[in-house]
Each structure stands twice: as structure tokens, then as C-alpha cells.
């Protein structure tokens, strides 16, 4: 996707330099830096402060990480240490054991002068596969949104929730994937961005990719999707998810639970859209997913722009007021319309996920 025009991934090695490259996602949308990871401790760093953040990408810098610890130290023991770091970093998004367990089963048994290309040619391949992924989810919910054009001829309003855009993944992304395939056909689409709270990464990161190619949308406050789904000004919604149940339960940015509650009190459709690398197939009861608790000072301060363009962060609460950052709910699976895949669109349960993916 394009940033100031000109075509970006969320990570890539560089040859030259042998390091890999991300876009430091905390200093969206006020500065664009592309930072360097050169050890394995800056990859588990850029996970744990959300410099990167969003399960696929999430997994792809987990992926890269492996091939850093390879780099820094090609010692087995080291490389064991490092994976199991590496799982550690963030507890909820499922991509990020998924990657690393496909790394480590993927260089069991490599001769170590083999090691590091056989894990960077797997750490490419991770990373070019969410790709297609993701644009194979953008085609499957381009139909959706081209069904209700269809039959409204007009402009299709689309609410969002958190940042499951190209920014989220390695390109397309997954929520807005369909959205960005309909907006190149030429179908007017125009998308409600919850702002989410308490990192803003639908004001930050979301509305900031969609201006870049150049779709048409509005920050809200998280509050204000019921009162437009009331109004009848939202036609569906599209959201992205860190961990995906087998029973159709979605486990996403927390606040998504609540638009799932006023999506389906005003029969208003409510998609979520995955790839397969997001699919818990262990877990059966949403209550065992490890939610994330965050340090609360992301809800105490907040951070902005001051008069002279200098990024600043100030405390916005009472100074001994308690706060709890829960980063995540569960949305359970009877409130979601349908899950959109690479592989296609079905209904959240065991029999539709199995249905795709047999």
C-alpha cells in the first residue's frame, strides 16, 4: 500500500544491510520512520511497544525474529530461548506462536551452515503468504460490499473498529482489504473510523492508510457507532481479530464486543475478517484466551501534536485515580455474521471454520 505515493510493506529484510526494516508504528500518523531491527531483544522490543502490532504482522516480525537470534548467535540453545521470548512478548494475538512454531518445525534437523538462509527463505515466505492472504480476503468481501451497492445504489457506509488495515498485516490487511478492492473498482465507499481507545489506532493508523489511498472516511468517538447504526447510517461492519476460536468466537480489540451488541440490535451485518493464521484450533471456551493487560498510563496520558509540531505526551486523568487497560474482548460467535477467510466466507462455528479449512 502507499505511503506519500510510493508502495510499502510493514517489514521487509534488507540484503544491504542485513537487518530488517519496519515502519515504527508508534510515531504514526505525526512522523513516518523506518527503523531497523537488528537483534533478536529489538524484535521482542517491537512487539512488546507496539511498534509493530496486529496479529499478522505480529507474526511476521516473530518470524524475522527467529532469523535475527540465528544471526546474532547460531547456537541451538540460543535459538530455543529466543522462540520461547519471543511467545512471551504479547499473549493474546495467536499468529505470534503460530509464526514461531512454524519456524522452529521448519529449522528442526537443518545443518547449521543451512541455518539462517533456510529460516530467512521461511520468514519471506510467511510474510509474502499473508499477503496473498489478505488480498484473497479483500476479493471474498469485495462481494459483500458489491451486494449492497447493488441494491442501494448509493454510497456503502462501512464501520471499523481498532486497525486491522495494510498496517496491521504485511499489505492489504484483513478489514480493510475488501474495502480497499471495492474503492479501486470504483464502487463509493465511505468508512466510520472508531477512533479505539486507549491507543487511538483507528484515529492514528486507521484513517491515516485510508487517507493515503485517498477512501473517504470520518473518526468517530467509540461511542458513537449506535446512534449511526440506529440512524441507519452504517450498512456494515468490518472488523479484524487477534484469535479466532474454532466455535466462531472472536477475540478481538477490546470495544469490538459492544459494536458486535448495537450491529445486532439494529440488524446491521457484522463481519470479521481473518486469515487462517488467526485460528485458535486448541482453545474451545473463550474464557481460557490470555487477555492482555496493558500499563495503564496508555489510558492515563495521551499523545499529540503541540503548537510547535512537537510530539508530546500529558496526563489527562486525575492524578490518583486508578485505571485498568484491558486490552481485548471476546465477542461471542452469535453476533457475528459471517467470517471472512482467504479461502472464502462462512459462518462462525466449528462446522462452517471446518467447512473451509478441512
Known amino acids: 500500500m502507499k505511503v506519500e505515493g510510493k508502495e510499502y510493506r510493514t517489514i521487509w529484510f534488507d540484503e544491504k544491510s542485513q537487518t530488517v526494516k519496519i515502519i515504527d508504528q508508534t510515531k504514526l500518523p505525526h512522523q513516518f520512520i523506518i527503523k531497523d531491527l537488528k537483534t533478536i531483544k529489538d524484535a521482542i522490543n517491537a512487539i512488546k511497544i507496539m511498534e509493530v502490532r496486529g496479529a499478522p504482522l505480529i507474526g511476521g516480525t516473530a518470524a524475522y525474529g527467529i532469523v535475527l537470534a540465528i544471526m546474532e548467535k547460531n547456537d541451538p540453545n540460543f535459538i530455543k530461548q529466543s522462540s520461547q521470548d519471543l511467545i512471551k512478548s504479547r499473549p493474546t494475538a495467536i499468529n505470534l506462536k503460530w509464526a514461531v512454531d512454524r519456524m522452529m518445525n521448519k529449522l528442526s534437523g537443518v545443518n547449521n551452515n543451512e541455518l539462517l538462509k533456510v529460516a530467512l527463505d521461511e520468514a519471506k515466505e510467511i510474510c509474502d503468504e499473508d499477503v496473498k492472504f489478505s488480498e484473497s480476503i479483500g476479493l471474498n468481501g469485495l462481494k459483500i460490499i458489491e451486494e449492497i451497492y447493488n441494491k442501494k445504489k448509493d454510497t456503502v457506509n ?60 470520518t473518526i468517530i468517538a467509540d461511542n458513537t457507532g449506535g446512534i449511526l447504526m440506529q440512524r441507519g447510517e452504517v450498512d456494515m461492519c468490518i472488523v479484524g481479530t487477534d484469535r479466532t476460536l474454532s466455535t466462531g468466537d472472536v477475540c478481538n480489540k477490546i470495544g469490538t464486543y459492544l459494536k458486535a451488541l448495537a450491529a445486532h440490535d439494529n440488524n446491521v451485518p457484522f463481519y470479521v475478517a481473518l486469515p487462517s493464521s488467526t485460528i485458535d484450533w486448541d482453545i474451545k471456551d473463550f474464557k481460557d484466551i490470555p487477555i492482555e493487560e496493558r500499563n495503564s498510563e496508555e489510558l492515563t496520558h495521551i499523545e ?11 496526563l489527562i486523568y486525575p492524578q490518583n485515580s486508578k485505571a485498568k487497560n484491558l486490552a481485548f ?16 466466507i462462512c459462518e462462525a462455528s466449528e462446522k462452517g471454520l471446518k467447512g473451509l479449512f478441512k
Open 158 to 217: 462501512i464501520l471499523t473498529h481498532c486497525n486491522a488495515g495494510w498496517l496491521a498485516t504485511i499489505n492489504w490487511g484483513t478489514a480493510t482489504s475488501p474495502i480497499y478492492h471495492a474503492h479501486k473498482k470504483g464502487i463509493p465507499v465511505h468508512v466510520w473510523v472508531d477512533e479505539t481507545r486507549p491507543r487511538n489506532q483507528g484515529a492514528n493508523l486507521t484513517s491515516y492508510e485510508l487517507n493515503e489511498e485517498e477512501v473517504p472516511n
Open 304 to 314: 499529540g501534536l503541540d503548537k510547535d509540531k512537537k510530539l508530546q505526551k500529558i
Open 329 to 344: 474482548d471476546v465477542t461471542p460467535a452469535k453476533y457475528v455474521t459471517g467470517l471472512i477467510t482467504e479461502k472464502g
